[in-house]
């Protein structure tokens, strides 16, 4: 059987003439119009990035190599009696473009399992932080500090060509995800838990060992692995995805890129949303003092959220134009599992009166709900109720589809990103508006 690497080494082969030849054949083809509109307005829908890993369309929404999420729940290795697949298994899908068999995910599990040591420095950096510095903060600055441990610095020092930077950039990608659910539930515990941690067990796969030193029992071990999972991936353009493939793009290490992406996923338009869509309900609970809102107080909520000049929180999207599928699996788990939760159901209302108010307001392009909307309620539900945290769990889970996007830029020779700014007087200058009209 060929290792996970050696697989990889055959695909980056056979794929490496298909872009040469993009570039020096066809170069000049033109792709997209960049009009002053996109670079004034933060290039939505521009044509500019590419990437195999995945791709997002406006109305089906995000596959992974080509396969929906439903495909990938469905066809990806399970553990035994888990509804949910491994998360491994998830990694080398993106990496690689196939389903993992049997022989294949041993493989990997094996390379996960004995790279999840942490470094007690680690530890230390955590204690250090002080008392209520937020959980992005501090994982962002763990993954930082691991930095000394990057296999490709050492490379690139030895003189190793560019056509090998990948391999190391793999190692390091493997031996950063594979302690990232310790680092999590560390700042869990380090935050919410007086510092008391359970240590990690070898023998339990990616999702099961986060759930574990969690503490948290079944079917939380699912409820990790269904959320690394849909958050792993969601093509080039997003606010982490594209952070870290500029910050890799100068040659910076994987813990460096991983870092910076958190650092993007921490803004509340972007990731930290989930923790948005839980503070704004609770607003809504002290608000209510625990009764369930009924649809017309529900609609005067949002209306007030709306004309106070706030977003709706996990609504609207930059690229879709439908309910997000991550939103949907999400729900269909909730409907299952927690259906009677009091927040499923403030949840589940949201759903019925937000896109109408969107749509009778006029201004969001996309009234349905994204990812961000289900993804709280069902950690708080587990048990989970410090929001604060719930980006570091997003971070895990992206960190998974960003590293497997910086392999390949490796492979591929993607260059240093580096496009051209203009200044506003240029813009009127190209736009034809004179001196006088200013
Ligand atoms: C994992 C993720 O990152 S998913 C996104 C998570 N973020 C959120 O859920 C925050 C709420 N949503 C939003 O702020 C936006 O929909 C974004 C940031 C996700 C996308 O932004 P854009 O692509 O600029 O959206 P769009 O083109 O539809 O925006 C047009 C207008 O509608 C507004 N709008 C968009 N979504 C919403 C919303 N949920 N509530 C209220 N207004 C909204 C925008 O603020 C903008 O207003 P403006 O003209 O006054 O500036
Ligand atoms: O695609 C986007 O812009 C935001 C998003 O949903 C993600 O990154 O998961």
């Avoid at 041993?106 to 470094?119: A, G, N, T």
């Avoid at 990232?180 to 510092?195: F, H, M, N, T, V």
């Avoid at 939380?220 to 997003?238: A, K, L, P, Q, T």
Wanted: charged share 25%; with cysteine.
């Amino acid at each position: 059987m060929k290792t996970f690497k050696e697989t990889l080494a055959e695909k980056i082969e056979a794929w490496r003439p298909r872009t040469e030849r993009l570039i020096k054949e066809y170069g000049d083809v033109e792709v997209d119009k960049v009009t002053i509109g996109k670079i004034l307005g933060g290039m939505r829908g521009l044509k500019c990035l590419a990437t195999d890993i995945s791709y997002l369309d406006p109305n089906e929404g995000i596959r992974y190599r080509g396969y929906t999420l439903q495909e990938v729940f469905k066809k990806l290795p399970k553990p035994p009696g888990s509804e949910m697949p491994y998360v491994e298994g998830v990694f080398y899908l993106l990496v690689t473009g196939e389903m993992p068999n049997e022989k294949e995910l041993e493989h990997v599990l094996d390379e996960f399992s004995k790279r999840r040591i942490l470094p007690r420095y680690v530890y230390e950096v955590i204690d250090s932080f002080p008392c209520c510095s937020h959980p992005m903060s501090i994982f962002s600055t763990a993954i930082l500090t691991m930095g000394r441990e990057s296999f490709f610095v050492k490379k690139y020092h030895a003189g190793v060509s560019k056509k090998d930077y990948w391999e190391s950039t793999f190692e390091d990608a493997l031996n950063l995800l594979a302690k990232l659910p310790e680092i999590g539930a560390y700042i869990y515990a380090k935050l919410y838990r007086d510092g008391k941690r359970i240590h990690s067990n070898p023998d339990l796969d990616f999702g099961a060992n986060f759930a574990h030193m969690m503490g948290k029992e079944k079917p939380y071990d699912d409820v990790s692995r269904m959320h690394f999972i849909i958050h792993s991936d969601h093509e080039s353009g997003n606010v982490s995805a594209h952070t870290g493939h500029l910050v890799g793009s100068s040659l910076s290490d994987v813990y460096l890129s991983i870092s910076s992406m958190v650092n993007g996923l921490a803004g509340p338009l972007h990731g930290l949303a989930n923790q948005e869509v839980l503070r704004w309900l609770q607003q809504l609970m002290d608000r209510m003092g625990g009764k369930i809102p009924n649809e017309e107080e529900m609609k005067q909520f949002v209306w007030d959220t709306l004309n106070s000049g706030q977003v709706i929180p996990g609504y609207g999207h930059a690229v879709l134009r439908k309910t997000d599928p991550r939103y949907a699996l999400q729900r269909e788990f909730s409907l299952k599992h927690l259906k009677e939760d009091p927040l499923f159901k403030y949840v589940d209302m949201l759903y019925k009166v937000v896109p109408p108010i969107l749509k009778e307001q006029g201004k969001a392009k996309n009234p349905w709900p994204n990812v961000d909307a289900q993804s709280g309620i069902i950690q708080w539900h587990y048990g989970i109720t410090e929001y604060d945290f719930y980006t570091v769990l997003f971070g895990i889970g992206r960190a998974i589809g960003i590293t497997a996007n910086l392999i390949w830029d490796r492979a591929l020779g993607y260059p240093l990103e580096r496009p051209k700014s203009l200044t506003t007087e240029m813009l009127e200058e190209i736009a034809g508006i004179n001196k006088s009209d200013k």
